[in-house]
């Protein structure tokens, strides 16, 4: 009887402790998760940042460079795929499509370089470059976040609990470098 008892209780706590460890490892990926959604709206918001810039860099530039109408309306209508998108994946996809106009829009001024010689266009782009590295921070952030949810999904006993309780990999990361401006040619050297 005594062998019993000690089989049956033996086993009670196995059940009792397995049940705590599903319970932490299922909260603790909760949490990753909510981590991540946090740094998304960081993310989100670095991008708005950056969108809104765009109509007075448009604004500002289009009349010197009119014959990048079609570049200058690709800007736009970026900025406007990145209102529409609801999910992260047609987000990310705006945000390249917005970094690509822009790093056309800095080749378009290589050859115009009197479009950017005014206070307007610095005071805009130091604002753009501050939004760019505002995006950066919080897209490093976010993949960091992702990959250490990836990562612990994967791993046991945590991919027990995930299985369980339904929760599944997340791989909406960003995979491209935000546009930078040209470098500043001087006039001096242009021959």
Same mark, same amino acid.
């Given at each position: 009887?005594?062998?019993?008892? +000690?089989?049956?209780? #033996? ?14 490892? $299922?909260? $603790?990926? =909760?949490? %990753? ?5 946090? @740094?998304?709206? =960081?993310? @989100? ?16 530039? /289009? !009349?010197?460079?009119?014959?990048? *109408? *079609?570049?200058? /309306? ?11 998108? $609801?999910?992260?994946?047609? =987000? ?18 290589? +050859? ?9 266009? /610095? ?11 505002? &995006?950066? $921070? ?5 993949? *960091?976040?992702? =990959? ?8 046991? !006993?945590?991919?027990?609990?995930? #299985?369980? #309780?339904?929760? @599944?990999? %997340?791989? #909406?990361?960003? &995979?491209?470098?935000?546009?930078? !401006?040209?470098? /500043? +040619?001087? !006039?001096?050297?242009?021959?």
């Amino acid at each position: 009887m005594k062998t019993v008892v +000690t089989i049956l209780s #033996a086993l009670l706590l196995t059940l009792l402790l397995g049940g705590l460890e599903f319970t932490h490892e $299922r909260d $603790r990926l =909760k949490a %990753e998760k909510e981590m991540i959604a946090a @740094e998304w709206t =960081k993310v @989100e918001t670095g991008l708005d940042k950056r969108a809104a810039l765009l109509p007075a860099l448009t604004e500002l530039l /289009q !009349p010197a460079l009119p014959e990048q *109408a *079609a570049l200058f /309306q690709s800007l736009a209508d970026a900025r406007n795929s990145l209102s529409s998108s $609801r999910s992260a994946p047609e =987000k990310i996809d705006a945000h390249n499509r917005i970094s690509d106009a822009l790093g056309r829009v800095y080749v378009a001024l290589e +050859t115009h370089p009197r479009a950017a010689g005014g206070d307007a266009f /610095q005071k805009l782009q130091r604002s753009l470059e501050s939004a760019e590295n505002e &995006v950066l $921070r919080a897209r490093s952030r976010y993949n *960091a976040a992702l =990959k250490k949810y990836n990562t612990d999904l994967s791993l046991f !006993p945590a991919n027990l609990a995930a #299985a369980a #309780a339904g929760l @599944e990999r %997340e791989d #909406a990361y960003f &995979v491209t470098e935000p546009a930078r !401006p040209a470098p /500043q +040619t001087s !006039p001096n050297l242009i021959k």
